[in-house]
């Protein structure tokens, strides 16, 4: 019911606007019974703009809530607290919602994330939220990433050229067997810089 209302208010004042995201909606992914989050985005032509992920992180009788947030250019923030990416290069680990672990490499609490075939409301509001907190992001084979490519690797920028060589031998090889590593989705009439 929160998709479909915040759905129609979208779509009653920005009529001429894209709109992407699971059950056709601008609001994005749910993962487990431990891990939920939503995470709207305001992109201006292909790119990130202003994001939010809203973590909801326990179980039925006890739930934890942290809201990540940034605008372009004007840093990122958790629960209204400034966050950077850590600076050291220990480890990687993978939680759920790709949204939430991107969060998760902002906070610092993990230093990188990766994945393949993501959707673009899966990862647009955590790549964001990255970049205003110093991280680094780009495709899996260390291309400018869009919203739209289907590969994304996300760190602290400490470990993304170390991280690059490793996944970018593993990209090629896949390339190589066929995988598409095109543009996921863009409509042809969407107004990018792409």
């Known amino acids: ?112 994330y990766w994945e393949y075939r993501l959707k673009p409301w899966d990862m647009a509001a955590g790549v964001l939220i990255v970049e205003e907190a110093g991280g680094t992001v780009s495709r899996m084979d260390g291309g400018k990433l869009t919203v739209f490519d289907r590969s994304l690797l996300v760190s602290n920028g400490i470990l993304h050229a170390k991280l690059l060589e490793k996944i970018g031998i593993a990209t090629e090889e896949l390339k190589g067997k066929g995988i598409d590593f095109s543009l996921w989705y863009k409509p042809d009439d969407y107004n990018t810089e792409l």
Request: aromatic fraction near 8%; glycine fraction near 12%.
């Open 1 to 112: 019911m929160s998709e479909a209302a915040i759905l129609s208010v979208v779509r009653k004042n920005f009529p001429d606007h894209l709109i992407l995201g699971e059950e056709g909606s601008v609001i994005g992914d749910s993962s487990s019974d431990y891990l939920w989050c939503i995470d709207p985005l305001v992109l201006f032509r292909g790119k990130p703009a202003a994001a939010a992920v809203v973590e909801f992180v326990g179980g039925a009788m006890c739930w934890n809530t942290r809201i990540f947030s940034a605008v372009a250019g004007g840093g990122a923030f958790c629960n209204g607290q400034k966050i950077h990416v850590s600076q050291t290069d220990k480890g990687v680990r993978r939680l759920g919602a790709a949204a939430v672990d991107m969060c998760h490499v902002a906070l610092g609490i993990i230093e990188a």
